[in-house]
């Protein structure tokens, strides 16, 4: 593998859990009824890569559930990231 497609795997890897935990960190500060984090940065963080991890984590907290963003707009980040991804780890490396 090259230093790219290593480098391409941690950058995924790691978004994803940056995606997951902010989606996790804003419903708990929704159940504190605190100030929370802005949905723009949530769905900034998607669009950057994250949308894997923050999909999995509205799905398993049921959280942004209801808002058509996320709803909507989290599966279909989550299509094109993955059929970028693909498209990364077996044509680029070609």
Do not use: C, W
């Not at 949308?51 to 599966?75: Q, Y």
């Amino acid at each position: 593998m090259n230093e790219f497609i290593i480098f391409v795997i941690i950058y995924v890897v790691f978004i994803n859990l940056f995606g997951f935990f902010s989606m996790y960190r804003d419903k708990q500060l929704a159940i504190k009824q605190q100030r929370r984090v802005p949905e723009r940065k949530l769905i900034n963080i998607a669009i950057i890569g994250g949308s894997v991890g923050s999909f999995i984590a509205m799905r398993m907290f049921r959280h942004k559930t209801r808002h058509t963003t996320f709803s909507v707009g989290l599966p279909l980040l989550v299509m094109l990231h993955l059929g970028i991804l693909l498209f990364i780890l077996f044509y680029i490396q070609a």
